[in-house]
């Protein structure tokens, strides 16, 4: 559970930004929109810019610079600073490394994209070659989900209710929160992509399957609970690990209506909607600088 506690009396912007609710609506925003975001460097990456090559090079060196910022979070001072180091550097991992390299092999495999009965593009290639990471994905999810050290809500909620014994946490840990964050920015991404596909994939549901309406539904009322649990943090490094969860879950329903037309996906259109997507950046980077100018973190524990 997270604990609440009152903000410092300290006056002026910067503590009214770095209070509930504000810590986790900008938290949450911050989030939510880098999802849109990351799509958008995509379409760029492979439409805009000329050459393949070009692309999977610019891919590597995005990926390598997630490491550098993991790199420096491993030694940040001070929790904020690694949570967001973190949250960045799983960020350009994640799009650069990962989600490239199932474009790369997708082309290279000459992977065929998933048409409707339109003859549009349903699923894109790279999307039917992650579907196969399923497997991995749930191994080593076995290892996180049986890790005595855990601090996940989801995770121990499971171990109390089906009274799993997994070990007690190792006392006095030293936790660094740029690694976890990094790796839960993934992970979550990851999931929750996979998630989507198996939804999408006409064997197991398809997109207009009355139980996926369900689910869009189910998963609606999950990301409004969290979020209500979110604008109650203070803590500022404590609210950006549960936006991460709690946004893309969020991301999750706004991709089903993209799916179902009920509106138009402007950062996969940047030619289009470059000022619109200009805007919605601009406003990201002010309100994560806003953020990262954090005042010194209280000694309440939150929840990750």
Request: hydrophobic letters at 55%; one cysteine or more; charged letters at 15%.
């Amino acid at each position: 559970m997270a604990s609440v506690h009152p903000s410092s009396g300290s006056s002026g912007f910067l503590d009214k930004v770095n209070s509930a609710p504000w810590i986790g609506i900008g938290a949450f925003f911050v989030v939510f929109v880098v999802q849109a975001i990351g799509h958008l460097i995509m379409v760029v990456m492979e439409e805009i810019w000329p050459g393949p090559g070009f692309v999977y090079q610019s891919a590597a060196f995005m990926g390598l610079a997630g490491c550098v910022l993991w790199y420096i979070g491993l030694n940040g001072k001070g929790e904020t600073a690694q949570t967001w180091l973190g949250f960045w550097a799983g960020s350009l991992v994640w799009t650069g490394w990962v989600e490239f390299s199932f474009v790369y092999y997708a082309d290279f495999l000459a992977v065929p994209d998933l048409l409707d009965e339109a003859g549009e593009i349903a699923t894109k290639n790279e999307y039917m070659v992650m579907m196969s990471s399923l497997g991995v994905m749930m191994a080593t999810l076995v290892f996180f989900f049986f890790n005595r050290d855990t601090r996940c809500n989801m995770f121990r909620w499971f171990h109390r209710w089906f009274r799993m014994d997994v070990g007690k946490p190792a006392p006095g840990i030293n936790r660094n929160y740029c690694n976890i964050t990094a790796i839960e920015t993934i992970y979550i991404i990851w999931f929750f992509y996979l998630a989507l596909l198996l939804i999408y994939d006409p064997q197991i549901l398809g997109e207009t399957h009355p139980v996926v309406y369900g689910l869009f539904v189910a998963n609606t009322a999950w990301a409004l609970y969290l979020i209500l649990r979110l604008v109650r943090f203070t803590r500022m490094s404590a609210a950006i690990r549960y936006a991460i969860p709690t946004a893309i879950i969020a991301w999750n329903s706004n991709e089903l209506m993209g799916r179902w037309d009920m509106y138009t996906e402007i950062w996969v259109h940047p030619r289009e909607y470059w000022l619109e997507m200009g805007l919605v950046i601009l406003a990201v980077v002010l309100c994560a600088g806003a953020m990262m100018m954090s005042p010194a973190e209280r000694r309440e524990v939150d929840a990750d």
